[in-house]
């Protein structure tokens, strides 16, 4: 069941804030630019200087006693497995993205392989957009709508044409590439895992990574080393890329998923998985009588859950039941509501939680 964030220290509860984030932990960004973070922190990812947990939230700070992490406008919790470490990504007002927490893969893009307890700024990267933190790699849009990608690369999601990780950021190469200089344009935003989603400004949808449950919604391949377009995805405006599964948002407010489905994340009422996009299916017994959850406006992909929100603010989940929040732990293979819960603004997927604010 959703429960209150309770404020620094313990006392009051978290206000003032306009953005969220989660992994193994979460992340909050203040309206004044500041960022909260909480929970595990056993690779630095709280951004506390330290690698002891926190129960409450503390707010993430400069190396050197150098206060708080200033300016911040947008924030990314890297994504977590049993096999992967936490990471975490901020991008301040002036374009510079900053990371914190484990690098054993260069997840960081400081050009080393060294654990960081506190925020260092990413290698000559300035004029970004997004940025977006998976399983131990990273991905950034810049303003020219070019992508940059770094960490870990095992299953080709860093997009340059091969499995060699980079510890300093890399521009993703374009679909069907025919060199280095060849490369993705025309993004908006992207999400990444250990499979990357990239949406286009023209609402076209590329894939690029791990395929071994489907989830690059492109072929039965077990990988792909540069980005394939989405088909049947045309007009995609957000996408969310979770441990083995995908989901997109069409302009016509409806959510489509492909990949894993063994919790039955695809929200289509089996436990079969597939990598071709298909719609999620309405709650059971929805009183609009719709065939397919409707009206959507954001989306969020779990490790092995599913999440959406409506243009009226209520919540819907969907997938492994330790995640649904609507009082039980029994999974669900098509959408609930998410109980006492209204008003939500905007909603992100850690491991097995979500982080909303209203």
Request: aromatic letters at 6%; glycine letters at 14%.
């Amino acid at each position: 069941m959703p429960t209150q964030t309770k404020g620094v220290g313990g006392n009051g509860f978290l206000t003032g804030i306009k953005a969220v984030s989660a992994g193994r932990h979460s992340m909050a960004l203040a309206t004044d630019g500041t960022v909260f973070a909480w929970g595990d922190n056993g690779e630095g990812q709280l951004g506390k200087g330290t690698t002891i947990e926190a129960w409450t939230p503390v707010k993430v700070q400069l190396p050197n006693a150098g206060g708080p992490l200033p300016n911040i406008k947008a924030i990314s919790a890297g994504k977590h497995s049993e096999l992967s470490t936490v990471h975490s990504l901020a991008l301040d007002a002036h374009g510079n993205v900053w990371s914190w927490g484990n690098n054993t893969k260069g997840e960081l893009g400081d050009g080393t392989f060294v654990q960081r307890n506190n925020p260092v700024q990413v290698t000559s990267l300035t004029n970004v957009v997004e940025v977006s933190g998976g399983l131990a790699c990273s991905l950034a849009v810049h303003w020219t709508g070019r992508v940059f990608a770094w960490g870990d690369n095992s299953y080709g999601q860093l997009g340059n044409g091969s499995t060699t990780g980079q510890n300093k950021p890399q521009l993703v190469l374009n679909v069907n590439s025919s060199g280095a200089a060849d490369v993705l344009t025309g993004i908006a935003s992207v999400s990444v895992a250990r499979h990357s989603l990239a949406v286009g400004v023209n609402g076209k949808l590329y894939a690029w990574g791990r395929n071994t449950e489907g989830q690059l919604g492109i072929d039965n391949a077990p990988a792909q080393y540069t980005p394939a377009e989405v088909s049947l995805m045309a007009t995609t405006v957000a996408a969310s890329a979770g441990y083995r599964h995908s989901l997109a948002l069409r302009a016509d407010g409806l959510v489509f998923a492909w990949g894993d489905n063994s919790d039955g994340q695809l929200g289509d009422g089996t436990t079969v998985s597939r990598h071709t996009p298909m719609p999620v299916k309405a709650p059971v017994g929805d009183p609009s009588g719709a065939k397919y959850l409707t009206r959507i406006v954001a989306i969020a992909a779990g490790y092995y859950s599913s999440c959406a929100l409506r243009a009226d603010g209520k919540l819907f989940t969907w997938g492994n039941g330790l995640s649904l929040g609507n009082g039980s732990n029994s999974g669900s293979a098509t959408p609930v509501q998410v109980s006492n819960l209204s008003g939500v603004m905007s909603v992100h997927a850690g491991t097995t939680h979500y982080v909303v604010t209203v």
